[in-house]
T-cell receptor, first 115, second 111 residues
Framework: NAGVTQTPKFRVLKTGQSMTLLCAQD?????MYWYRQDPGMGLRLIHYSVGEGTTAKGEVPDGYNVSRLKKQNFLLGLESAAPSQTSVYFCASSYASARGVTEAFFGQGTRLTVV | GNSVTQMEGPVTLSEEAFLTINCTYT??????LFWYVQYPEEGLQLLLKATKADDKGSNKGFEATYRKETTSFHLEKGSVQVSDSAVYFC??????????FGKGTKLSVKP
């Protein structure tokens, strides 16, 4: 019962480097999300996907790109990391039921530091 | 647009004290409402939810009632334990299925 798995758990990047965060879910959920968590800001939505092959911008999309080539995976890319992207990143997934979209299930987070 | 406002912390209580964390929302219609809990160095876990007005969500001794008249979803627990120390987030379901979060309230319970 893995649920939502994020890799890596920790990463330190230098300004200008690129990286990809991987999110994998084994619950066959249609919806997947990337959030960032910053002190005093709560969680803010970066990008989301309502199904395989679809992505959309959230509240704070600048500097990030995403891809959902497979239903179970949702990748978050940073093309040129900046110190402002130092944060904890959470992936989540949910599914549609007869009563609407269900609650979200979260991964354990990726702590990214950009120096 | 949709938004969630919850009381700022940190909140420090003694064990067995009564807990209330206030949460109010602004939304079009009546979205589902949630409380999530985040323990240190962990991801968020669903604590409880309510999908329509007057619903009461409950779990692990925590309760919250969906009040459309006051647009509120306050979290309560009658007797907190040290193990309840965590950050609590109120959230509502957005139009795209995403969650819109409050800023979180850190709770510390002292023995």
């Amino acid at each position: 019962n893995a649920g939502v798995t994020q890799t890596p758990k920790f990463r330190v990047l230098k300004t200008g480097q690129s990286m990809t965060l991987l999110c994998a879910q084994d619950m066959n959920h249609e919806y997947m999300y990337w959030y960032r968590q910053d002190p005093g800001m709560g969680l803010r939505l970066i990008h989301y996907s309502v199904g395989e092959g679809t992505t959309a911008k959230g509240e704070v999309p600048d500097g990030y790109n995403v891809s959902r080539l497979k239903k179970q995976n949702f990748l978050l890319g940073l093309e040129s990391a900046a110190p402002s992207q130092t944060s904890v990143y959470f992936c989540a997934s949910s599914y549609a039921s007869a009563r609407g979209v269900t609650e979200a299930f979260f991964g354990q987070g990726t702590r990214l530091t950009v120096v | 647009g949709n938004s969630v406002t919850q009381m700022e912390g940190p909140v420090t209580l003694s064990e067995e004290a009564f807990l209330t964390i206030n949460c109010t929302y602004t939304a079009t219609g009546y979205p589902s409402l949630f409380w999530y809990v985040q323990y240190p160095e962990e991801g968020l876990q669903l604590l409880l939810k309510a999908t329509k007005a007057d619903d009461k969500g409950s779990n692990k001794g925590f309760e919250a009632t969906y009040r459309k008249e006051t647009t509120s979803f306050h979290l309560e627990k009658g007797s907190v334990q040290v193990s309840d120390s965590a950050v609590y987030f109120c959230a509502l379901r957005g139009s795209q299925g995403n969650l819109i979060f409050g800023k979180g309230t850190k709770l510390s319970v002292k023995p």
